[in-house]
């Protein structure tokens, strides 16, 4: 078990945004902490109002998005225009290339978002979009499998890799476990709230990485939290 500490993470910091970097990314460079299997990025980002990322691109990553307060209005060249909100779950195939806008459109309050790249399995594929909510009463102590390599009945999101995200809301005490075979990888980010992993005490922030056969276990504390649970090739 690897411990990846909040404080630890890189930091963007500029008037419009206040940016953790789990792994390196832009300016924030850490030979320790380039990527885990093929999760490259976790960015946990605080948008000012009124402010956000204008037009740009990217290619040959699979980009995941969760917004955990405000709102996110996202522009790409795909012609799509959507807004993004707690609970709801968009995944970009950027493939062969794909520009897009990030906005926070509210006057009065901050987003907070935390963005994702994963790398895919082959490059140049196409570009394509897709946008879900997930509801909170089935996030409640379950995890719920927002993206992975292929959709099917439970709803999950496509992405072109081997790797499935699970998310789950945890109340006061709830418990929740994942079975990891062997061969593959967990990462674990505490995205809000204090919980445990397999005993070890976590809070916002911070997060596990565990690449041993068995069972998974994440308890929350006396307060609610969200987590993020990547299974990775």
């Not at 195939?93 to 399995?121: L, V």
């Amino acid at each position: 078990m690897r411990i990846r500490k909040a404080g630890d993470r890189g930091l963007t910091q500029i008037h419009w945004l206040s940016s953790r970097h789990s792994f390196s990314f832009g300016d924030y460079y850490d030979a320790a902490h380039m990527s885990f299997r093929a999760l490259r990025v976790i960015n946990d980002d605080i948008i000012a109002k009124g402010s956000g990322f204008g037009m740009h691109g990217h290619r040959d990553m699979e980009i995941i998005t969760l917004v955990v307060d405000g709102e996110l209005e996202h522009k790409d060249s795909l012609g799509h225009t959507e807004k993004l909100r707690p609970g709801e779950v968009q995944v970009m195939t950027a493939g062969s290339g794909i520009r897009h806008s990030e906005y926070n459109p509210s006057s009065t309050k901050d987003a907070h978002i935390i963005q994702i790249w994963i790398e895919p399995r082959e490059s140049h594929l196409s570009p394509a979009y897709a946008q879900k909510e997930f509801s909170a009463s089935t996030r409640k102590n379950a995890w719920v499998r927002v993206a992975g390599p292929t959709p099917n009945d439970d709803g999950a999101l496509p992405i072109n890799q081997d790797a499935h995200v699970f998310v789950s809301s945890l109340s006061s005490h709830g418990t929740v476990t994942h079975l990891l075979t062997s061969g593959r990888g967990a990462w674990i980010h505490i995205i809000k709230g204090a919980c445990s992993v397999n005993g070890v005490q976590l809070v916002s922030g911070d997060a596990v990485a565990l690449e041993e056969a068995g069972e998974i276990m994440v308890s929350g504390h006396a307060e609610e939290s969200e987590v993020i649970l990547f299974d990775l090739p």
